[in-house]
Structures are given as C-alpha cells and as structure tokens.
C-alpha cells in the first residue's frame, strides 16, 4: 500500500529535478542550449531562403516556358482546322480564362467557334429527374435520327444537344435546320433551363469541344456515391453523343485526379477507343494541345494527350479534308438530294 511518505518523495524528487534543470540552464549549460537554439534558427531560416530561391526560379522557368508556347502556338496551329466551326460544351460553370484560352487556341488554328454554352445544375438534378424525362418526350419529335426506345434520359438529353448544335439546314447549311433551332429553344426555357449561352450559337457546328470545370469529380468534391455516378454517367454521355453526332470531339479536362472525367474515360476500354482526351487545360499548354487533338480526331485518329502516364505529349498535326457546304437540291417530292448518292438519289 502506498502511504504519505511515498508523496512526500516523489513530490521532493520533482522539485529537485526542477531546481537542478533550472540551476544547470542559467548556469553552466545556459549558453550551450542558447547556441544549439540560434543554430538551428539560423539553418531554418537558410533552408527558407533557399527553397524561395528554388521557387523563383522555377517560376520563371514556368513562365519562360508558357511565353514560349504562347508564341509559337499561331504557327504550330496554323491551318490545323481551317473553315471548321467548332461549338464549345462546358459541363458546369467553367473558369472565363479557361473558356477564353481555348476559344483563343482554336480560333489561331482557322476555326470559327460557333457558339459555347454550359450546362446547369438541372442538366443533372436528381430532384428535376422527372422534369427531364418529360422534356425528352417533346424533345425525341425533332430528333432525327430518333433514338431507340431504351436509349435513356441522359443519353436522349445529349443528343438533342449535339443535334441542337450541328443541325444544319441542306437547302442552306450555313443556317440551323428548323429541329435544331426548336431543339436549343427547348433546351434553354427561361422556367427550368438545362444550358445557358444559347445565344452565342451562331452557325451549326461540325465539331464541338466539352470542357470540364477546374476540380469537376475530384475527391475533395466528392457528394453522396451513387449522386456522383449519376453526373458522370450524364456527362460520359454528352462526350458520346458530340463525338457520334459531329466530325469529331475532344475532352478538354483541368482535372487530374483519379476522378476526373479523363481517368474515367481511361477506365472504359470502349470510351477510351473511341474518345480523344486532353488533360491539363487549366494550363496554355493543354489549350494548345486541344485543336490538334480535334484536328487528328476529324482524320479519324482517336488519342489521349498530356504530361500523365500513357498520355501523348503532342499530337500529329494531319491535313483535313476541305469542309463541303455545297447547298443540297430539294427533289419534286420536297425530299433533299444528295449529290454523292447514286444517279442522284434523295439522300
């Protein structure tokens, strides 16, 4: 049993210790423990100094390198997607310098961009899930070609996009078809729209461009499981569809992580035959690297572009074929011809 003589010690023991550790600072060891401290003031403060001079430098290195590309971006473009008109999708609200580098980088490559505009919140709402059933009701009338029955919402949704967005009109293919013009009015109603910039569209599109939002699917983002599945089921499906629905698409995605809709795509062995990505376009680099991306995927070259494992740096820039605006005859029966179809055939 310990009794109150055992306190009395253990309490002198701790004073002790105390009035020694006290004599032995102020004394003998006062200034050994004052310089071993300064020392190691002074290599923290060497260290800092050192790693602001790395920083610097590797900021003007970046800068350096982004000046450089910056300039030769116009001759490294140049001709990449003359005449083509390009529409840009972003899927969420999208960062204005982001939009702009892009739109910057396809216009130095001969691209007219024939409109941007970006999806809201109730493109993927699970509490507007009945709303957009509904609409796609209204929507598959002006369709063509109409969809298979067990096509899905989302999947339906994104072809009136693409559709809204490409449809041209034969007589005069440098105006919208009459669906297509139906289509974008439906998609954008001022009660409950699904896009917004609908009136930026200016020409129908032969290709289209889907940007991501800087840090869209990342963990630090992430939402309840089978929410998060849902929106990136409804955007894989927008990349589907602008790549089926045009000469061809791009993904253009400042994310990175292993959620990012790249990293999906990467993940389907389907998507990934069969939808060109490019990463990083937060940055001038990634921006530049999206025309000659669309450029090789109009030619029929499907890729994955970017500084990550299994990314191609930069793609081959390839000769397109002249695009073909030639206004198509309408028929006695009220039917466009074809001119490539054979003896004249409506097409």
């Given at each position: ?149 067990d096509t899905g919402t989302d999947a339906e949704l994104a072809i ?188």
């Amino acid at each position: 049993m310990i009794d109150f003589r055992y306190h009395i010690v253990s309490l002198i023991s701790v004073f002790l210790a105390l009035a020694v550790g006290i004599a032995l600072g102020a004394g003998p060891l006062k200034e050994t423990i004052g310089d071993t401290l300064t020392g190691q003031v002074q290599a923290l403060r060497a260290e800092k100094e050192t790693l602001r001079a790395e920083a610097d430098v590797a900021n003007a290195d970046l800068q350096n390198a982004t000046t450089y590309i910056e300039a030769a971006a116009p001759q490294l473009l140049s001709g990449a997607l003359a005449e083509r008109r390009v529409a840009v999708i972003a899927l969420g609200e999208v960062t204005e310098e982001e939009v702009d580098g892009v739109e910057a980088q396809l216009t130095a490559a001969g691209a007219q961009v024939s409109g941007v505009v970006t999806l809201t919140e109730a493109w993927t709402d699970p509490g507007l899930r009945s709303f957009r059933q509904a609409l796609v009701g209204t929507l598959v009338e002006y369709l063509d070609p109409v969809p298979a029955d067990d096509t899905g919402t989302d999947a339906e949704l994104a072809i009136a996009l693409v559709q809204a967005l490409t449809g041209a009109n034969p007589q005069a293919p440098n105006e919208f078809s009459e669906p297509a013009t139906v289509l974008l009015e439906l998609l954008s109603v001022d009660e409950k729209p699904l896009l917004t910039g609908a009136d930026s569209v200016t020409a129908p599109a032969d290709a289209i461009v889907v940007l991501t939002p800087q840090g869209a699917n990342d963990d630090d983002q992430a939402v309840d499981e089978d929410e998060a599945a849902a929106v990136a089921s409804a955007q894989l499906a927008v990349l589907t569809a602008a790549q089926d629905g045009s000469e061809g698409a791009v993904l253009a995605d400042a994310g990175t992580s292993t959620t990012s809709l790249t990293s999906l795509v990467l993940a389907d062995d389907t998507l990934a035959e069969t939808i060109t990505t490019v990463s990083g376009t937060d940055e001038v680099a990634g921006q530049v690297t999206v025309p000659l991306a669309l450029n090789a995927r109009i030619a029929g070259v499907n890729g994955h572009y970017g500084f990550a494992e299994g990314e191609t740096t930069v793609p081959t820039k390839v000769a397109l074929t002249p695009v073909d605006r030639t206004p198509q005859p309408v028929t006695p029966d009220g039917v466009a011809d074809d001119p490539a179809a054979p003896d004249g055939a409506a097409g």
